[in-house]
C-alpha cells in the first residue's frame, strides 16, 4: 500500500474508522515527508513530532475503546501560524512575535481539538499576512511543490504547500483579499473562503478585520466540507459570527447540480487576463456544461473599483493593528509589509469610513443585479499563470501595488463584499503548473459551492495528480522524526 499520507482526509478518515489505518500510522508517515521535504519547501516554522505523535497514539487508545469523536478523529492537520495558542507563541509569520504568548486558544483551533484532530506543528505564511506571494524574509520563500522556482500564492503560502505535497491532509488559513484562494490555486488544491462571519476569528492575530475571513484548505471539496463543519458557527468570543446553524457540508455534497444557473462575465471582462488563463476558464466551462450546468452571461461590476476599495481598508485597519509593533520594530518588517503599513497611516479617515458605509449598500445592489438571476459566480481565481519567486521578489514600494493588483484582481472584491467562494483545481497549464476556477456565492451558500466543486471532482480528477517533487521524494523511512513517548 501506498503511504497513507497520499490519502485525502475523507479517505484517511474512514480508514482509522474502520481501523485499516492507524492515526499514529498517519502521523508517522506525515512527520517522515515533512522530514524529506520540508529543506526544499519551507513549509513549517515549527514542527511538533512528538506532541503529535503522543496525540495520534492517544486518539488511538480513545477509537479502540468506542469513543470515537467523529470524521476528524486521529486525522493530522497543520495551520497557517496565525491562529493563537493557549502558552505557545504564534509568530504570524514574522520575528515580532516570536515571544508573544497566547492566552487563550483560537476557537477554531480549540473546537479542531475537541473533535480530535491531531496537530503537527506551525505553517509558514507571508509575513502578518501581507503579501499575496507568499515570500517571507524571516523564514524563508515558502515553495511550490510543483515546481519549487515558483511561487505558492500567499499568504496562507505554507498552508496550500503542505496540503499539495501531502504533509498535512488540510489546514486552516485565512483570507483578506485572496489568502486562501489564490495558494489554493497556485498549488493545486482547494481552498474555501466562506461567508463573512460563518466562522470565528477570535484568537486569529487579524490582518484587517471588517474583511479577514477563516478558510479551509484541503485537497479534495469534501475534505473542505469535513473541516468546515467542525470550525463554523456562532462563538460567543467573535460577536460578529452569525447566530445561524451550521449545515452538515459533507451530506449536501452529492445533490444534483444539472440546471443550476452559474453567471459568467463577458470575454471582454476579462482581457486583462493572461490568455493561458483565459483559455483554461473556457475549457473548465465546458467541462461543468457537461455535468447539465446552464451558464448565463451577467454584467458584473468594475471589480476594480471594489478592490480599490477592499484595499484602503485593509491598510487602514492593518495600520491600527501594527501602530504599537511598527514605532518599536520598524526595522524587522520587509519593505513589501512595511510600505503598505505605513500608506495605511495617510489615508484620511473620510475615506475609510465612506468605504465602510458603502459596504452595505454595494453588497444589496450586487445581490439585486447578479444573484437575482444565477446560483453562483465562475471566474478564474488570479488573472495571471503562477510567477517565479525571482520576478515576485521585488525590492522597489512603489512596486508593490501593481504585484498586489496582478494577483488579487478577481479575489479581493468579494472581500468586500463578504461573499463566499471556493478555489478549485482544473487542469495544468504548458509550464506544468496547476490551474483553477473560482465560484462565488450568496451570502451562506458554502454548501451549493462546495456541492458544485464535489460533483465536478467525481469527474475530473485533476485534485488527484501528485507534484512530481512528492512522488520523487516517496522513498522508504531514514530518520526518526519523534519518539511518540
Known amino acids: 500500500m501506498s503511504s497513507p499520507a497520499w490519502l485525502s482526509l475523507s479517505e484517511l478518515s474512514a480508514s482509522i474508522r474502520d481501523g485499516a489505518v492507524s492515526s499514529f500510522e498517519a502521523t508517522q508517515a506525515c512527520l517522515e515527508s515533512i522530514y524529506r521535504l520540508q529543506p526544499e519547501l519551507h513549509c513549517f516554522i515549527e514542527v511538533e513530532a512528538d506532541a503529535a505523535l503522543a496525540a495520534a497514539r492517544r486518539a488511538d487508545a480513545e477509537i479502540a475503546k468506542g469513543q470515537y469523536r467523529g470524521p476528524l478523529h486521529g486525522v493530522p492537520l497543520a495551520h497557517k501560524d496565525i491562529f493563537l495558542r493557549q502558552g505557545r507563541a504564534s509568530t504570524g509569520g514574522s520575528t515580532i512575535l516570536r515571544q508573544h504568548v497566547g ?11 475537541q473533535a480530535g484532530a491531531i496537530n503537527l506543528g506551525a505553517l509558514n505564511m507571508a509575513e502578518f499576512a501581507g503579501n499575496p506571494t507568499g515570500h517571507n524574509p524571516h523564514f524563508g520563500d515558502c515553495r511550490n511543490p510543483w ?10 503560502s505554507g498552508s496550500a504547500a503542505a496540503v499539495a505535497a501531502r504533509l498535512s491532509f488540510a489546514s486552516l488559513g485565512t483570507d483578506t483579499g485572496g489568502s486562501v484562494r489564490t495558494p489554493a490555486a497556485m498549488c493545486g488544491v482547494c481552498g474555501l473562503k466562506p461567508t463573512y462571519g460563518r466562522i470565528s476569528r477570535a484568537g486569529v492575530i487579524p490582518r484587517a478585520w471588517s474583511l479577514d475571513t477563516v478558510g479551509v484548505l484541503a485537497r479534495t471539496a469534501e475534505d473542505c466540507a469535513l473541516v468546515t463543519r467542525v470550525v463554523a458557527g456562532h462563538d460567543a468570543h467573535d460577536a460578529t459570527t452569525a447566530r445561524l446553524d451550521v449545515p452538515d457540508y459533507r451530506a449536501l455534497l452529492a445533490q444534483p447540480v ?6 459568467i462575465p463577458s470575454e471582454s471582462f476579462l482581457s486583462f487576463a493572461d490568455q493561458e488563463v483565459r483559455l483554461s476558464w473556457r475549457r473548465n466551462l465546458t467541462e461543468l456544461s457537461s455535468l447539465g450546468i446552464d451558464f448565463i452571461e451577467v454584467a458584473l ?6 478592490a480599490v476599495v477592499a484595499d484602503a481598508i485593509t491598510k487602514c485597519e492593518a495600520a491600527a493593528v501594527h501602530d504599537r509593533w511598527i514605532r518599536s520594530h520598524f526595522g524587522e518588517y520587509s519593505m513589501f509589509v512595511r510600505s503598505r503599513l505605513e500608506a495605511g497611516f495617510h489615508i484620511p479617515a473620510a475615506r475609510y469610513l465612506q468605504a465602510i458605509a458603502s459596504r452595505g449598500p454595494v453588497l444589496e445592489r450586487f445581490m439585486s443585479r447578479i444573484f437575482g438571476a444565477v446560483d453562483a459566480i465562475h471566474l478564474p481565481v488570479t488573472p495571471v499563470k503562477v510567477p517565479t519567486i ?9 512596486q508593490v501595488p501593481q504585484v498586489i493588483a496582478n494577483i488579487t484582481a478577481l479575489t479581493r472584491p468579494f472581500n468586500y463584499l463578504g461573499l463566499p467562494a471556493i478555489s478549485v483545481p482544473s487542469g495544468f497549464d504548458a509550464d506544468g503548473l496547476p490551474s483553477a476556477f473560482q465560484l462565488v456565492g450568496r451570502p451562506f451558500a458554502e454548501a ?13 480528477s ?3 495528480r501528485v507534484p512530481p517533487l512528492v512522488a520523487r521524494q516517496a522513498t522508504p ?6 519518539s511518540g513517548k
Open 448 to 460: 451549493l459551492l462546495l456541492n458544485v466543486a464535489h460533483v465536478y471532482q467525481q469527474v475530473f
Open 147 to 156: 515546481n519549487v522556482e515558483r511561487i505558492t500564492g500567499g499568504s496562507s
Open 301 to 306: 461590476p468594475e471589480l476594480s473599483n471594489l
Open 258 to 263: 444539472r440546471g443550476l444557473r452559474i453567471g
Open 390 to 398: 525571482a520576478t515576485t521578489d521585488i525590492e522597489s514600494p512603489g
Open 103 to 113: 492566552e487563550a486558544t483560537a476557537t477554531v483551533v480549540d473546537r479542531l481539538d
Open 477 to 482: 523511512r531514514t530518520h526518526e522524526v519523534g
Open 462 to 464: 485533476w485534485h488527484r
